[in-house]
């Protein structure tokens, strides 16, 4: 595998308190999600030559530090086609190039292909080298990831675990978290979560919940204290996948069931 990780502590809700950094290659490397600087990241870029920097999605928690190493190396800097504005927005740094899914980026250890991975947000991609896949926050080892409105997608996300487990990778080097050594079976436990929470949602509306806050109250069964937020946007994400799919209305205050045709 020719990925080397640097933990990066940052201001994120992961529980991991950190960001994981990417670098493949020595000679012409590329660094993926440069979160902020600290030691491991500097010692870890200490002895390569950095050519290229990208992100799996403009997140803050993933972006911090593109400036800074683009602005000591040099390096290409990469970028969503389409997405060139807001990845300026939050880095700070006009991309010199433009991806899309299928892009190669070339290292000396090899060239790393770009994977569209939409869900998480809208520009969210992952980063493949022969079995090993930098997948950012398309999944985690334990847990779940949060989907949620307005930039979360359910039907993209869902997607893209599908897409990901038909790749059969060997490992996936997740943004936060320890590396997931089981791809297949974590992407099949992650659209299963999904699905679960989608049937929660939608029994509740079944039974009379119409707005946000009681379809959320009835669709989890556990404290949210701190991550009511979350679960609300990732409720509300649900709400407007099951609505384009026509299986419930939703004028953005009720929610109420569609007739089964």
Same mark, same amino acid.
């Given at each position: 595998?020719?990925?080397?990780?640097?933990?990066?502590?940052?201001?994120?809700?992961?529980?991991?308190?950190?960001?994981?950094?990417?670098?493949?290659?020595?000679?012409?490397?590329?660094? #993926?999600?440069? *979160?902020?600087?600290? =030691?491991?990241?500097?010692? %870890?870029? &200490?002895? @390569?030559? /950095?050519?290229?920097?990208?992100?799996?999605?403009?997140?803050?928690?993933?972006?911090?530090?593109?400036?800074?190493?683009?602005?000591?190396?040099?390096?290409?800097?990469?970028?969503?086609?389409?997405?060139?504005?807001?990845?300026?927005?939050?880095?700070?740094?006009?991309?010199?190039?433009?991806?899309?899914?299928?892009?190669?980026?070339?290292?000396?250890?090899?060239?790393?292909?770009?994977?569209?991975?939409?869900?998480?947000?809208?520009?969210?991609?992952?980063?493949?080298?022969?079995?090993?896949?930098?997948?950012?926050?398309?999944?985690?080892?334990?847990?779940?990831? #949060?989907?949620? *409105?307005?930039?979360? =997608?359910?039907?993209?996300? %869902?997607? &893209?675990? @599908?897409? /990901?487990?038909?790749?059969?990778?060997?490992?996936?080097?997740?943004?936060?978290?320890?590396?997931?050594?089981?791809?297949?079976?974590?992407?099949?436990?992650?659209?299963?979560?999904?699905?679960?929470?989608?049937?929660?949602?939608?029994?509740?509306?079944?039974?009379?919940?119409?707005?946000?806050?009681?379809?959320?109250?009835?669709?989890?069964?556990?404290?949210?204290?701190?991550?009511?937020?979350?679960?609300?946007?990732?409720?509300?994400?649900?709400?407007?996948?099951?609505?384009?799919?026509?299986?419930?209305?939703?004028?953005?205050?009720?929610?109420?069931?569609?007739?089964?045709?």
């Amino acid at each position: 595998m020719n990925w080397q990780r640097a933990d990066v502590p940052v201001s994120t809700r992961a529980p991991t308190g950190n960001t994981a950094a990417y670098v493949c290659g020595d000679e012409a490397a590329l660094l #993926v999600d440069p *979160a902020a600087t600290n =030691d491991a990241l500097d010692s %870890l870029l &200490s002895d @390569r030559t /950095l050519a290229h920097i990208a992100l799996t999605h403009h997140h803050p928690d993933h972006a911090g530090a593109v400036a800074h190493y683009a602005g000591e190396t040099g390096a290409t800097v990469w970028a969503r086609h389409g997405r060139a504005g807001a990845f300026e927005a939050t880095t700070g740094v006009s991309p010199d190039r433009l991806f899309s899914g299928g892009t190669t980026i070339p290292t000396d250890a090899g060239p790393v292909t770009v994977i569209d991975t939409p869900g998480h947000a809208p520009e969210h991609v992952a980063f493949a080298t022969d079995g090993a896949v930098v997948s950012g926050d398309l999944a985690v080892a334990e847990g779940s990831v #949060v989907v949620g *409105a307005p930039e979360g =997608d359910v039907r993209a996300y %869902l997607a &893209s675990l @599908r897409r /990901l487990h038909a790749r059969n990778p060997d490992v996936l080097l997740p943004g936060h978290g320890p590396r997931i050594e089981t791809p297949r079976e974590t992407c099949a436990r992650l659209i299963n979560h999904r699905l679960e929470r989608e049937r929660r949602v939608r029994d509740a509306v079944d039974h009379g919940a119409t707005t946000l806050d009681e379809i959320l109250d009835a669709a989890y069964e556990k404290d949210l204290t701190g991550v009511r937020d979350l679960a609300r946007a990732t409720v509300l994400a649900h709400i407007e996948k099951l609505a384009v799919e026509g299986v419930l209305s939703w004028d953005g205050d009720r929610a109420v069931p569609n007739p089964a045709e």
